[in-house]
């Protein structure tokens, strides 16, 4: 077994710089470094929780969509990031303040989770506070052998 401590970052292809970065500025991100963007290298960028994203590009194909999410066909491939958030109901009231789009909510054993979209269609899956995603499909899997 390899010892890992946390996930680094996580990278995210886009294809228009101005509008993913004011997205993701306005979801607190801060830019951090270009490490050579129109070259294709991340820019990097950094939430005051410590989570780290660099977004790469620029995409030369299907600008706007996300093949692995929005096509028939189930290409293999990272398909959304879950984050924990301290509050649901803060989150979700920030999200419709700031004309963000909710493509999607669960809400199991108490844990609310809403989904929202990037301006290139990257899923962002906002999990409030309560068990872990992983922990509640574990349990919902056990409680369905029994």
Do not use: C
């Amino acid at each position: 077994m390899l010892e890992m401590s946390h996930v680094d970052h996580v990278g995210i292809r886009i294809s228009d710089r101005e509008r993913a970065v004011a997205f993701y500025e306005l979801l607190g991100f801060e830019m951090i470094a270009d490490g050579g963007f129109d070259a294709g290298h991340p820019l990097v960028m950094l939430h005051p929780a410590g989570i780290n994203i660099n977004l790469l590009g620029p995409a030369t194909a299907k600008a706007g969509e996300n093949v692995l999410m929005d096509e028939k066909d189930k290409f293999p491939g990272i398909t959304h990031i879950a984050i924990k958030m301290k509050s649901a109901e803060d989150t979700e009231a920030f999200v419709k303040a700031n004309g963000i789009a909710i493509t999607g909510r669960r809400e199991f054993r108490g844990t609310k989770t809403i989904f929202i979209r990037d301006p290139d269609r990257n899923v962002l899956e906002l999990v409030g506070p309560g068990p872990s995603v992983a922990e509640l499909i574990a349990e919902h899997v056990h409680s369905q052998e029994t």
